[in-house]
């Protein structure tokens, strides 16, 4: 006799601009070849249970149209004690290590890169990424490697956590 392993989709953890999500990232006119990183957030419930498994789906609109195939970078800086990250990361939504994007987003986790189609600002470009966080703590960093700045509103621009948590029925 075999059992069914389902997937049931838990509560979403969303990062937006401050006041608009569960926790705060401003991606509004991220320069072409800059970074961000959110404010730092707990993946866990009520309980301090997280999740091993997350669908991670990425959302933003270029200002201006990149060249197809360029990308942005999102990564996250994982926190053990919710205190301490790694890659220069701070846990507060700022601007990430400007000129040193480079160097410091090695020691990050890469979560996965939203491949850009040649479209401007009425487009929201969108990926979705199955992410495994070693920690309940962190925060999403991202890394524009685009030319391109983003849109400098933030209607579209957002991250959303979603925990995959397995059952049998």
């Excluded at 926790?23 to 072409?32: D, N, P, R, S």
């Excluded at 961000?36 to 309980?47: C, E, P, T, V």
């Excluded at 979705?128 to 920690?135: D, K, N």
């Excluded at 703590?137 to 956590?161: K, M, W």
Aim: hydrophobic fraction near 40%; include cysteine.
């Amino acid at each position: 006799m075999s059992t069914e392993l389902l997937i049931r989709q838990g509560t979403a953890k969303v990062w937006r601009v401050a006041g608009e999500g569960d926790y705060a990232i401003t991606l509004a006119g991220l320069a072409g070849s800059a970074g961000r990183m959110g404010q730092k957030g707990d993946l866990a419930d009520a309980n301090g249970r997280f999740a091993p498994r997350w669908s991670v789906t990425v959302e933003l609109n270029m200002h201006a149209a990149p060249s197809a195939g360029t990308a942005i970078e999102i990564y996250w800086a994982a926190s053990r004690d919710n205190t301490t990250f790694p890659g220069g990361a701070t846990g507060s939504d700022g601007a990430y290590k400007p000129g040193e994007e480079s160097e410091w987003k090695r020691q990050l986790m890469l979560i996965g890169c939203l491949v850009l189609t040649a479209d401007g600002a009425s487009v929201v470009q969108t990926a979705v990424f199955e992410f495994w966080p070693p920690t309940r703590y962190g925060c999403p960093v991202v890394i524009n490697t685009s030319g391109q700045i983003l849109e400098d509103d933030n209607d579209a621009h957002r991250i959303t956590f979603v925990p995959l948590v397995d059952e049998i029925p």
